[in-house]
Structure formats: C-alpha cells, structure tokens
C-alpha cells in the first residue's frame, strides 16, 4: 500500500481540517471509550476520490 502525504499552505490548513472534519463515512473502528476519551477511525474520500482515513 502506497501512503501519500502533501502539507497544505498554513493559511489553508484551517479551512481543510473543517472539510475534512465535516466529510461523513463508513465506521472501519466503531467509536469506543479507552483511557478516558473517546475515538473511532472513519474511510472518506477527499475532493479528488483519494480514500482516507479519518481518526475521530
């Protein structure tokens, strides 16, 4: 599996997370509560099709 990373300019860093953030999908870590907090991990796709994972 091929993992790509690219850093955004700082100035659209914000606005990205909020896309990011608000994008909804499929649950591949149901949501569970470990050591006093509470996270699940999502499958997105960004604005080009790429698949993503998102910790929540």
């Not at 994008?23 to 999502?42: F, H, I, L, T, Y």
């Amino acid at each position: 599996m091929a993992v790509e990373f690219v850093s955004p300019p700082q100035a659209a860093t914000e606005d990205r997370f909020e896309y990011y953030w608000q994008q909804q999908g499929e649950w591949v870590e149901e949501p569970n509560q470990r050591r006093g907090g509470e996270s699940g991990v999502q499958r997105i796709r960004d604005a080009g099709g790429r698949l993503l994972y998102a910790k929540r």
